[in-house]
């Protein structure tokens, strides 16, 4: 681990001085990208070790899980070392709640976060749901929001959370006086300049393109499915009472992928091409896009204190993954482990703060 993160360590040199092609790291492994922060690779091991007994396994050796875990710890270690954290995105489904469910009052993870609400840490939830309307997302986040407008955070504290919607198409804030605890913030105030860029010819072309690779795919494989076309998606959904097969949903998103960047429109515009567990959606933009304008709104807040949460890191189908190009990221598994991450980081501050004392 020691070695390892030593190679990172000379690669985050190499990028500063403008020539990371030639760290050894990137020799060694020719896709790796840049490193927002260092990663306490050593630390985290052993912080794991002392909680899953890695290195006192005879039998299993070390898992996909451990490996995940400790790179989470380790990333969290170097942002809480080098802190604050001042931004904390998180996906929805199986990050916050269970897939296909909504932020219930009972939830574990709300006070963890009217806790870092409350330090200063400002909250964006980045989300593929894509609705035009706030009430779709309170419905979702309903929990969340109702203890954020009943809690003893001040007004300026509760509008330090945003819901980013579509991946990365609308923008909600908190509002204390919309009866959906949400606010639509016009467009114009949060696109970034490249985003400007996206002309609405592009957008429905794009979507268009998107479309017809999604109704092939229910052609050919014969999908008991439904298309649903949205201002700035489109995608396919069961019919009541069905269910698609994991191949059947990682070859039309890979598939739709594939024609879309060979398409021309796909070389101008950015989109996200993912898998949802049961239904497979196409939206303009990604979550790097959505994470940046969270970072934008707030006043531009840099990447290395910037943390995003989500489950989908594999690169097919998964629309977390894009993430990693505007901020350091940690993979969780489920609800339960987003709950236990952040209790993890308040562990790690308070040893910090104890410290420095």
Known sequence: MRDVEELIND????????????????????????????????????????RRFISSRRFVPPSFNDIRLVLNTAQIMSL???????????????TLYDDGESLTAESSVIRRILALMGKGTKIGIVTA?????????????RGLLDAIHTSELTPEQKENLVVMGGESNYLFRYSSSSPD???????????????KLWTEEDIVELLDTAESALRDSVETMRLDAEVVRKERGVGIIPSPGQ???????????????????LSTVGRRLPFCAFNGGNDVFVDIGDKSWGVQVCQKFFGGIDGS?????????????????????????????????????????????????????
């Open 80 to 94: 809480v070392r080098s802190g604050p954290i001042e931004l904390m995105t998180f996906d929805g489904d199986v």
């Open 11 to 50: 690669h985050i040199a190499n990028q500063k001085a403008g020539t990371s092609q030639r760290s050894k790291l990137k020799l060694l492994v020719p896709t790796v990208g840049n490193f927002f922060t260092p990663l306490l690779l050593q630390d985290a091991f052993m912080y794991q070790d002392s």
């Open 181 to 195: 605890r949400l606010a639509t913030v016009p467009r114009h105030e949060w696109l970034l300049d490249e985003m």
């Open 129 to 141: 749901a894509g609705y035009l309307e706030a009430i779709k997302y309170y419905n979702r986040l």
């Open 305 to 357: 204190k910037t943390l995003h949460i989500g489950d989908q890191f594999l690169s097919a189908g998964a629309n977390d993954f894009k993430a990693r190009l505007a901020c350091t990221t940690a993979w969780i598994a489920s609800p339960a482990e987003t709950v236990a991450l952040l209790d993890e980081i308040k562990e790690l501050d308070q040893l910090m703060e104890f410290k420095r004392k």
């Open 243 to 261: 269910r698609f097969a994991r191949e059947q949903l990682e070859e039309t998103v890979l598939l739709t992928q594939k024609l879309l960047e």
